[in-house]
């Protein structure tokens, strides 16, 4: 876990609106990762900076467990063109900590990160959470995956 300053910046992808609730997230989530993976949203997406991977959880009702915003998509240069059914989203600049989810992203590694960052006592802000899945998560067996939590 490490401190860092992260400077605004946008994203295109698809979204979806789900809590944590009953384990609904877990159901919705799986399914835009599917659709994102099948439709191949990523060829779609104009004007992308990379191709790494962005999963933002944004739009909080309140905290973790009331509703929020999921977005599946790639950071662009900006959000002047939005393809018809996809979302754009601004990031803007603020403190977060950083995480690393390490091993089989098929053991649920990511998953098991965010336990314990729910679990923890962080002073959160639940502005924008989220993963990064860029070159060190190409090999699924041995994948990192950096996750940013938003804090004050």
């Known amino acids: 876990m490490s401190n860092k300053t992260i400077e605004t910046f946008h994203l295109i992808g698809i979204a979806v609106r789900t809590t944590n609730e009953n384990g609904q997230a877990g159901q919705d ?19 992308k900076v990379d191709d790494t991977i962005y999963n933002v959880y944004t739009e909080y009702e309140k905290d973790f467990m009331r509703p929020y915003t999921t977005l599946l998509g790639c950071r662009v240069e900006n959000l002047d063109t939005i393809p018809e059914g996809m979302k754009g989203l601004t990031i803007n600049a603020a403190k977060y900590l950083r995480y690393t989810a390490k091993g089989n992203i098929h053991d649920g590694i990511v998953f098991k990160e965010w336990q314990k960052i729910w679990e923890s006592d962080l002073d959160r802000a639940y502005t924008a959470d989220f993963e990064v899945y860029g070159e060190k998560a190409l090999n699924p067996e041995q994948a990192e995956v950096d996750i940013f939590v938003a804090i004050k």
């Open 29 to 47: 989530i799986g399914a835009l990762w599917n659709r994102f993976m099948s439709e191949q949203v990523a060829a779609l997406i104009p004007n």
